[in-house]
């Protein structure tokens, strides 16, 4: 069975150590019907009871900055296939002519006034339930980067696209004060590279290693923690 999940993949994600969590994840499949089971459920309803006050906060948005409420970039999801994550957006509308790909902490000047409150709270996050949904993310699982940083990956670290992404995972909940690291840093992105991605990255690998829905629960429930800290 895991031979033919295996041929499934791109070329670009065959290797040998991709075949080893193809392996573990065949004997899964329950675990994955739960999984998307309620993340359909879970982001429908959310998505309804959070209708209005995204309404409320989308003309906040509008009206203390040039540009839209929504602001989507390419990631890499499911497969080593790109998709468009929605977010709300933080940032001035030409933030990607200003500055580099990640944000360097709060005192980054490209933020909005009502970004600085919607990323203290992860609220920015919310829109991704659209892309939970349609079945681009779930709500637990790697959280997806940009083709730059997929590209530096190795054979092994290429395992963590074999599952559907998610808004929140072990990796950002232990890496919550990045910002932090990369605002000291002369060139975050490369900083990044070198010294956030590959703990972030094996911290993935170990969640696609044991995944349970239990597993899944814990880390709702730690990243509701840290938000609230």
Do not use: H
Not at 89 to 111: F, K
Not at 119 to 131: A, G, W
């Amino acid at each position: 069975m895991s031979q033919k999940y295996y041929a499934k993949l791109p070329k670009s994600m065959q290797n040998e150590a991709v075949y080893k969590y193809c392996d573990i994840l065949t004997k899964k499949k329950y675990t994955f019907f739960l999984k998307r089971f309620f993340d359909i459920i879970i982001s429908f309803l959310a998505l309804f009871v959070l209708a209005i006050p995204f309404a409320f906060i989308s003309i906040w948005i509008i009206l203390d900055s040039k540009g839209s409420a929504f602001f989507v970039q390419r990631r890499v999801g499911k497969y080593n296939k790109d998709f468009g994550i929605i977010k709300f957006r933080t940032m001035v509308s030409n933030a990607s002519e200003l500055g580099g790909t990640l944000t360097s902490g709060d005192n980054d000047n490209r933020i909005t006034k009502a970004g600085r409150f919607l990323r203290k709270f992860r609220i920015d996050e919310l829109p991704q339930l659209i892309n939970v949904l349609i079945g681009q993310m779930s709500i637990i699982g790697p959280r997806p980067e940009v083709r730059r940083f997929v590209d530096v990956y190795t054979d092994e670290q290429m395992a963590t696209l074999i599952v559907r992404p998610g808004i929140s995972c072990s990796s950002s909940v232990a890496f919550a004060n990045e910002g932090e690291i990369l605002e000291k840093s002369s060139d975050p992105d490369d900083t990044y590279i070198a010294e956030i991605l590959p703990d972030k990255a094996q911290m993935n690998l170990d969640y696609i290693s044991t995944l349970s829905l239990k597993n899944d629960l814990k880390i709702i429930f730690n990243t509701i923690k840290e938000v609230l800290r």
